[in-house]
């Protein structure tokens, strides 16, 4: 989930946030607030600007719904705008949202950029909208809570539900004489065992970089809480606090434990999940999206039997329980105001009202608490086991900082993680690095 700027999008960015009547096209639309706007349903063609996979259950889901809305409404149509590469889709959302050209429907995190957005009422109260549809107490606490500003405002809708586990073959533990770590701090002894035994500790994802960016949220969120990045992205908390402090040191010591693969930051996601199933890594922290290929019938039968998963360890004087971990709603869709009438509320509620049933029974968790997922035929124990897990969870949550930091710090936040996971820095360098990175950076979107 890097993200990059170019020039033009970030004076683009900066029109936007300097002022916003004189770079689009002036007010036009709803106000954010109105959610049911008075008129008729004139069926059209609206536009959905999203970055999912494009076989993905969210996209085939809405497809189907979308076509069921439109036999009763003769000539709509959703129209999907698919850019699954995250830093391309990033960089085209910003563009248009700074052109003010952002269709009906649209992506987003809650990034500092789309928190812009919401100030200037570019965006539907997402909150105010699912409540006024009767739909806002059937979603998860958790799957909302992702998606909310740090002013706890709503501005975009989940259509997914996610857990985070750190999954382990338990035959190469038993090979190397480790048992699941208690505590983070566990780790790198755990690592330094496991490689004795000739394995490779934790296939990483370190190509995209953002699977190696959660391992920096972990000590803080449990030593600090949630609010810890909060501050640390407004430049009221710094790396150079105990919590950040600890965080680089145990990098540190993951690096020099050999906890990755070798050649780790060159390694991309479908390899180091291979490195996983084949039973070549004893450790594989990634998310319940992977359920299909971690608990079903599909993994191959040698190492089947033999994985299972912990969540996120605590720590020693650890402020986030063990029921508080990563549990993501993954990218949210934002309503634009400019664009909202009385056909976008129509198929927003026939849809959403819909979708999470049609959803868990394609085997996903849905965004709601009254949707069952629906096991596939292929899953193993295992599966279920995941997915009840994912249903027991406190109430804070360790958001990826990827949608917290300002997109600058956030580039060099994630080239300085590569440098001191591979020891070309030191756990000081790294800090005093971030912390000057974020100091110049943190004002100008805090503004």
């Not at 480790?178 to 505590?183: D, I, Y």
């Not at 193993?380 to 300002?406: E, F, H, M, N, S």
Request: charged letters at 20%; a neutral charge; hydrophobic letters at 40%.
């Amino acid at each position: 989930m890097r993200r990059t700027l170019t020039t033009a999008v970030a004076a683009l960015a900066l029109c936007l946030t300097v002022s916003l009547s004189g770079c689009a096209a002036g007010s036009r639309g709803v106000d954010a607030s109105d959610v049911d706007p008075a008129g008729s349903v004139a069926p059209r063609e609206i536009s959905w600007l999203l970055s999912r996979p494009a076989d993905g259950a969210v996209i085939r889901t809405m497809r189907e719904l979308a076509a069921e809305y439109a036999t009763s409404h003769p000539g709509f149509r959703l129209r999907f705008i698919t850019t699954p590469d995250r830093p391309s889709y990033i960089q085209k959302y910003e563009t248009l949202a700074a052109a003010d050209k952002l269709p009906e429907l649209f992506d987003t995190d809650a990034t500092p950029f789309a928190r812009k957005l919401a100030q200037h009422g570019r965006m539907m109260d997402a909150g105010r909208l699912l409540r006024s549809m009767g739909l806002y107490d059937r979603y998860r606490p958790a799957a909302l809570d992702y998606q909310r500003f740090d002013d706890g405002s709503l501005y975009m809708i989940p259509f997914e539900y996610q857990a985070e586990y750190f999954w382990y073959n338990k035959a190469l533990f038993r090979k190397a004489g480790v048992r699941v770590p208690k505590s983070l701090d566990d780790f790198p002894a755990m690592c330094r065992s496991v490689r004795g035994a000739g394995v490779t500790p934790i296939a990483l994802d370190g190509q995209d970089q953002w699977p190696l960016e959660r391992y920096a949220v972990y000590q803080p969120f449990r030593t600090a809480g949630p609010g810890y990045v909060r501050q640390l992205k407004q430049n009221q908390a710094k790396f150079s606090d105990a919590a950040g402090r600890r965080s680089a040191n145990w990098l540190s010591e993951l690096g020099k434990a050999g906890c990755f693969q070798k050649g780790f930051s060159s390694v991309g996601y479908a390899d180091a999940q291979n490195l996983f199933t084949s039973g070549r890594a004893a450790v594989y922290n990634i998310g319940t999206w992977e359920l299909p290929s971690l608990a079903t019938t599909a993994l191959d039968p040698e190492v089947r039997d033999d994985v299972d998963f912990f969540r996120l360890p605590v720590t020693t004087g650890s402020v986030t329980s063990a029921d508080e971990f990563v549990t993501p709603s993954g990218i949210g869709m934002a309503v634009n105001s400019r664009t909202y009438d009385p056909l976008v509320r129509d198929f927003l509620k026939f849809a959403l009202t819909r979708y999470p049933a049609r959803y868990a029974a394609a085997g996903e968790l849905s965004p709601t608490s009254d949707a069952k997922t629906v096991l596939p035929r292929n899953a193993t124990p295992l599966y279920a086991r995941a997915v009840a897990a994912a249903g027991d969870v406190g109430k804070d949550t360790a958001v990826p900082w990827d949608t917290q930091l300002d997109p600058t710090s956030n580039t060099k936040f994630q080239q300085e993680l590569v440098l001191l996971v591979q020891g070309d820095i030191s756990p000081s360098d790294f800090v005093s690095t971030m912390d000057s990175v974020i100091g110049r950076n943190a004002p100008r979107y805090a503004k």
